[in-house]
């Protein structure tokens, strides 16, 4: 896979376009609270970290390719922010217990094993109160060109989320129609499914 995505981010254009995620800007742009400390696996191309980065929020990002990160670090620096992008696999991140205010999670499709490995690491590295945001292509996309695995082990429904985030207190979560605009690989309608999901206070 590591092959596959330094080919596709090899291309001289954005593939999945250079502007963030509707789903995550509607998030950040009504955020209620000062900025904090965002971590997008699975960064790509880094539209999600740039967008997060010009406001005010201190980005984390890593994906396994290389050119995936220089142009990431090329948008940032059109825009005049900076990020930290890291270039390894998920199972060498070091996800630093209670460490990030926000974890983005956009159509980081995984196979069933590592995705719930991951999960897991993903709840431990929020701080208590942070947020999880998602949005994941549905078994619905199976059979559509706007884009995603066509394999049902690596999509998503609600009751996948529901137990992989069991301990977290959901805020929103459903499978919905989009239409996607992010580039030629995300183009036309699409069946996702969306969680913004809060972890609990310590008492």
């Not at 196979?111 to 431990?124: D, G, M, N």
Request: with cysteine; proline share 5%; hydrophobic share 35%.
């Amino acid at each position: 896979m590591k092959k596959f995505w330094d080919e596709r981010y090899a291309e001289p254009e954005y593939v999945y376009g250079e502007e963030p995620n509707e789903f995550l800007k509607a998030f950040l742009d009504t955020y209620p609270e000062p900025p904090g400390r965002l971590l997008l696996p699975g960064e790509g191309e880094g539209r999600n970290a740039v967008y997060a980065a010009r406001k005010g929020w201190e980005v984390v990002g890593f994906d396994q390719s290389r050119s995936g990160r220089e142009k990431a670090v090329q948008l940032a620096a059109r825009h005049g922010v900076s990020i930290r992008y890291d270039v390894c696999d998920v199972l060498d991140f070091p996800f630093e217990e209670a460490s990030f205010d926000l974890i983005g999670l956009f159509f980081f499709h995984l196979p069933l094993e590592l995705r719930r490995h991951t999960h897991q690491q993903v709840y431990q590295a929020l701080k208590p109160g942070g947020t999880l945001i998602a949005e994941l292509f549905s078994p619905r996309q199976i059979g559509r060109s706007s884009g995603g695995p066509q394999v049902r082990e690596l999509l998503y429904d609600t009751e996948d989320l529901k137990q992989d985030f069991k301990d977290l207190n959901i805020r929103y979560l459903a499978e919905e129609n989009v239409h996607l605009r992010e580039g030629k690989y995300h183009e036309g309608e699409a069946a996702v499914v969306r969680l913004i999901a809060q972890k609990k206070l310590h008492s």
